[in-house]
């Protein structure tokens, strides 16, 4: 009977101790004296809002039905951070003249920030990088960290990781999201992640191609399937500003000197939203492929269909219009042709 007893009451205290909802976000960031007021927006529209005082201190509270992520914003208009709302109590801190905020106090934002410190780290690495199997390393090392973040992390930001993984294809994205709690899965994260999944299996290796029509610089109308069983076609999401994306094109422009006369083709996809600096960057880099652009048709769904969260992204298609390869990276596209083409 005193073992019922306890464990009774033990249950009783885990249902006491579950968090409601309710949150105050506390704010202490040097240089927030010059804003009037600070709200965050989360996922599903909902909308908080508190003054701030002179010295740049701000206490925002609210109540969520579910742990969510939400935008900070200052003066209602101005977004300056994202966050994780899946507790109680979160500080905000920094310096907003450095560009430095730090959200932390739950399990999701305590684990963005130590996942943010270590891929920084990594970063500044590849950046001073000598050579490609160093860079290659590095990028090996990313991929590996955001798949241990996500099996060490069974929260809001370890869900999130799920969805931004470029690894990941859509059916390990299902398998990890499955070991997480049903109450995350059934949160609006947890079923955008679904969603995405979903959507990626539908571009995983093996897969038919998608069909793409998107215009080039000149507003004429580019169909994807012109190309697709010519022969090899590497359909290339960048951008002009994407400085890993400028960092592949000499990988690009030998692949395509060496393998274009044997039917290998780049069927580029810039995601630019300034059309001068896409053309610029395509003539500057002398890019002599095919492309087309999202900015000369924003309505398009190409990224959503191609499950694409960013950039530099590819995907190597067949003579029968199947994906055979993707995210390759540095010399791994020109091995892949080798493999398929020969030397």
């Given at each position: ?34 804003f ?9 529209g ?10 740049g ?55 963005y ?37 996500i ?15 470029a ?7 299902i ?10 899965q ?65 990988y ?26 896409w ?11 095919v ?19 960013g950039?530099?992204s ?11 390869a993707?995210?390759?990276?540095g010399?791994?596209?020109?091995e892949?042709?080798?493999?398929l083409?020969?030397?």
């Open positions: 009977m005193k073992k019922l007893i306890m464990i009774l009451v033990a249950g009783a205290l885990l249902v006491s101790c579950k968090w409601n909802g309710d949150f105050t976000i506390t704010g202490e960031v040097d240089g927030f004296g010059v009037d007021s600070v709200s965050i927006e989360t996922i599903d909902s909308y908080f809002s508190s003054s701030v005082s002179d010295k201190s701000f206490e925002l509270k609210g109540n969520v039905t579910e742990p969510t992520n939400a935008i900070l914003f200052v003066d209602g208009d101005t977004p300056i951070m994202s966050l994780f709302i899946d507790g109680s109590s979160i500080k905000i801190s920094g310096n907003i003249d450095e560009g430095i905020l730090i959200a932390s106090g739950t399990p999701a934002n305590n684990a920030n130590a996942y943010s410190k270590i891929e920084d780290e990594l970063s500044e690495r590849y950046d001073d990088a000598q050579s490609d199997e160093e860079r290659q390393d590095i990028e090996q090392n990313i991929d590996d960290l955001q798949i241990k973040t099996d060490e992390n069974n929260n809001l930001f370890g869900l999130a990781m799920i969805a931004t993984s690894t990941l294809t859509g059916k390990e994205m398998a990890k999201l499955d070991l997480f709690s049903v109450e995350l059934n949160t609006a994260v947890g079923k955008k992640v679904r969603e995405l999944a979903e959507i990626k299996m539908k571009v995983d290796v093996g897969s038919s191609y998608i069909e793409i029509v998107l215009p080039d610089k000149d507003g004429n109308e580019i169909k994807l399937s012109d190309y697709v069983g010519k022969g090899y076609v590497l359909v290339d999401f960048w951008a002009s500003w994407c400085g890993y994306c400028l960092q592949e094109l000499p690009l422009k030998d692949s395509y000197a060496k393998y274009h006369e044997r039917g290998f083709e780049i069927f580029g996809v810039s995601i630019d939203r300034d059309k001068d600096a053309i610029k960057a395509i003539e500057n880099n002398q890019m002599t492929w492309h087309t652009g999202t900015v000369m048709n924003p309505a398009t769904s190409v990224t959503e269909d191609y499950s694409v969260s950039v530099p590819n995907f190597l298609i067949d003579k029968e219009g199947k994906i055979v993707k995210n390759l990276r010399k791994q596209l020109a892949k042709l080798n493999q083409l020969g030397e």
